[in-house]
Structure formats: C-alpha cells, structure tokens
C-alpha cells in the first residue's frame, strides 16, 4: 500500500533550474561566450556526474581577466530575482492535498541546503504541507543525490518501506538516487532535463496530468 510521497524540490516544485541555466547563457554570451549546456546539465539535481563550475570556466576562458566570485554573486542576483517571482509549478499542491486527505505522508528529499528548501517552500506557503524536509544538511558531505541517502534518510524519518513510498524526479542524478533507494520514481522532467532523456519508473511531463489514484494504479502495477 502506498503510504508515503517525497518530493524533490529544485525543478520539482518551483522551477530554478531553467532561469539559472538562461541566467549563465546570458552572462556567457555578454562576454562573447558560449554556455556548454550539456557540462551545464549534468550537474542538476546534484554533482554525482559532473563537477562542472559555469563560474570557473567562464573565469578560464577568458584568461583571468573575469573573476569567478564576482560572476557567481552577478549570477545569483539575477537568477533570485527571476526564482522569487515564480509560483508552484503546476500539480503539485493537488496532489499533495490528495495524498494528505487519504492519511499519507508528504516529505521533501532535496540536494540543496535548507536555507535554500526552507525559505522558499515558507514563501511559496507550501511549507506546513510537509512532515519532514530532508536537505544536503542531513546527510554526510559528499553524499548527496545520485547517492541515495537523502532518499534513505527520508524513509528513515517517515517510517516507511520503500515499497509503500514513492519520489517525484526532474533530474537524471535524482532518479539515480531514487533507484539505488529501491524507491518508485515518477519522472517529471523539464525543459532542460527533458533534453537528457530523463524517465522513471513512470514518467509525465507535468504533475498536473497525474492524480493519486493514477499513481496507485501505476504503483500498483510496477515500473514498466
């Protein structure tokens, strides 16, 4: 019986991943640039792939002359301000509510930090939907998504097997976590994802196409 749904957040519940990756095309190209989307993309969800720093190698292609510091802090005020004006994306709090009024538990299994997860799950008023929020903070350093502790940690706080939970993925290193959990996957990706075949156990193009008794059945039924 399904019991438990853990959410991830970035790309997930509110889409920062796209303006953060059209943020650094932008600061690319004013330098005459190009942004290798495809180093770009491996590092979303986590750094399980990639290692790859937009800032570094933005730095290192212009011989020194761009300081790596000040092009994340331009980077990071532009993507904010682009995040903060984001809403909920859609399908998610339906679902949630649909889960919450059948006795289900709600978590968050994200590879940000809490300051991050925390302070906009509070702004986007979202944040008491949740019985636990499971954040970089709560594993060993270094062990953030595609390894599975942040999923492992998430059953651990929700009491639950992995066969009654399921996880909502936007990103290849997310569904590489959820799976080497054991968990069922639902595979939500976006624009940016989608372009790296990102699929689950299930896989839709948005949250709002999905309901709970649709995700039963589908559970119900395993991955295929």
């Given at each position: 019986?399904?019991?438990?749904?853990?959410?991830?957040?970035?790309?997930?519940?509110?889409?920062?991943?796209?303006?953060?990756?059209?943020?650094?095309?932008?600061?690319?190209?004013?330098?005459?640039?190009?942004?290798?989307?495809?180093e770009?993309?491996?590092?979303?969800?986590?750094?399980?792939?990639?290692?790859?720093?937009?800032?570094?190698?933005?730095?290192?292609?212009?011989?020194?002359?761009?300081?790596?510091?000040?092009l994340?802090?331009?980077?990071?005020?532009?993507?904010?301000?682009?995040?903060?004006?984001?809403?909920?994306?859609?399908?998610?709090?339906?679902?949630?509510?649909q889960?919450?009024?059948?006795?289900?538990?709600?978590?968050?299994?994200?590879?940000?930090?809490?300051?991050?997860?925390?302070?906009?799950?509070?702004?986007?008023?979202?944040?008491?939907?949740?019985?636990h929020?499971?954040?970089?903070?709560?594993?060993?350093?270094?062990?953030t998504?595609?390894?599975?502790?942040?999923?492992?940690?998430?059953?651990?706080?929700?009491?639950?097997?992995?066969?009654?939970?399921?996880?909502?993925?936007?990103?290849?290193?997310?569904?590489?976590?959820?799976?080497?959990?054991?968990?069922?996957?639902?595979?939500?990706?976006?624009?940016l994802?989608?372009?790296?075949?990102?699929?689950?156990?299930l896989?839709?193009?948005?949250?709002?196409?999905?309901?709970?008794?649709?995700?039963?059945?589908?559970?119900?039924?395993?991955?295929?």
């Open positions: 019986m399904l019991k438990a749904l853990i959410f991830d957040f970035d790309g997930l519940i509110l889409d920062t991943e796209t303006p953060e990756v059209l943020v650094w095309q932008s600061i690319y190209e004013g330098h005459g640039f190009k942004l290798p989307v495809h770009w993309e491996k590092t979303v969800g986590g750094y399980g792939i990639s290692n790859f720093d937009a800032a570094e190698h933005l730095a290192g292609l212009s011989s020194g002359e761009l300081d790596p510091v000040s994340r802090s331009r980077y990071r005020k532009a993507a904010d301000e682009i995040i903060h004006a984001s809403p909920v994306l859609p399908g998610v709090v339906p679902l949630i509510e889960a919450r009024n059948r006795g289900m538990k709600v978590s968050i299994g994200s590879s940000s930090p809490h300051s991050w997860v925390d302070t906009h799950a509070k702004r986007l008023g979202i944040f008491h939907y949740f019985d929020v499971i954040c970089a903070d709560d594993v060993a350093p270094g062990r998504k595609p390894n599975p502790d942040i999923y492992l940690k998430a059953l651990e706080q929700l009491d639950v097997k992995k066969e009654a939970a399921v996880v909502f993925e936007d990103s290849l290193n997310g569904v590489l976590a959820a799976r080497r959990a054991g968990i069922f996957v639902v595979a939500v990706p976006n624009p994802t989608a372009k790296m075949g990102v699929s689950g156990d896989t839709v193009s948005s949250l709002a196409d999905l309901s709970l008794q649709a995700l039963t059945d589908a559970v119900n039924r395993g991955p295929g």
